[in-house]
T-cell receptor
């Protein structure tokens, strides 16, 4: 099956610093990638849709200036958490759509990145 | 967008079939039903999807009722490694061939030894 990787798997940073998380589709090209956030004991919450070569589309309530998304190639999307605060501590998960031109294109998820802001 | 309703938790014995129900009574004609699962501290894993016909793959079977208002995911011989949160999701069409998935609370399945 399709493989999606994330780097780093864990990161600890100080409050006020910025953190970049990478999401890569390893064996397929992905025009569309998604970023989710998951707090303990909660479900995944969609943050934004990342489209290669264009601006990301953010869900309501997600600050686009705080969560910068760049999708510069068909295999890489990055999420930068700027001026991180302790409340940004969470499990960040990306996914990529393996597109075949059919309506049933499947979304595959990365392993997640656990961010802890001190 | 159609919403789904799943039991909060279920359990089954190892080696037995696990049947996970999902209600999606407001699903529209062109929306697919997708199932994912998430093992603790990992990203969700794709299991199966379907439109109106029953589907089977190496992981599971998906039974969709004729009126499409509900479905059941079947793990034929559950193992301890199948313990996870299972999400039933109706595809939310956005544009062209791209789509986004809206996750509900899911069902926490515990497989007992």
């Amino acid at each position: 099956g399709a493989v999606v990787s994330q780097h780093p798997s864990r990161v600890i940073c100080k409050s006020g610093t910025s953190v970049k998380i990478e999401c890569r589709s390893l064996d397929f090209q992905a025009t569309t990638m998604f970023w989710y956030r998951q707090f303990p004991k909660q479900s995944l919450m969609l943050m934004a849709t990342s489209n290669e070569g264009s601006k990301a589309t953010y869900e309501q309530g997600v600050e686009k200036d705080k969560f910068l998304i760049n999708h510069a190639s068909l295999t890489l999307s990055t999420l930068t958490v700027t001026s991180a605060h302790p409340e940004d501590s969470s499990f960040y998960i990306c996914s990529a759509v393996q597109e075949s031109g059919l309506s049933t294109d499947t979304q595959y998820f990365g392993p997640g990145t656990r961010l802890t802001v001190l | 967008d159609a919403k789904t309703t799943q039991p909060t938790s279920m359990d089954c014995a190892e080696g037995r079939a696990a049947n996970l129900p999902c209600n999606h009574s407001t699903i529209s004609g062109n929306e697919y039903v997708y199932w994912y699962r998430q093992i603790h501290s990992q990203g969700p894993q794709y299991i199966i999807h379907g439109l109106k016909n029953n589907e089977t793959n190496e992981m599971a079977s998906l039974i969709i009722t004729e009126d499409r208002k509900s479905s059941t995911l079947i793990l034929p011989h559950a193992t301890l490694r199948d313990t996870a949160v299972y999400y039933c999701i109706v595809r939310f069409p956005v544009m062209d061939s791209s789509y986004k998935l809206i996750f509900g609370s899911g069902t926490r399945l515990l497989v007992r030894p």
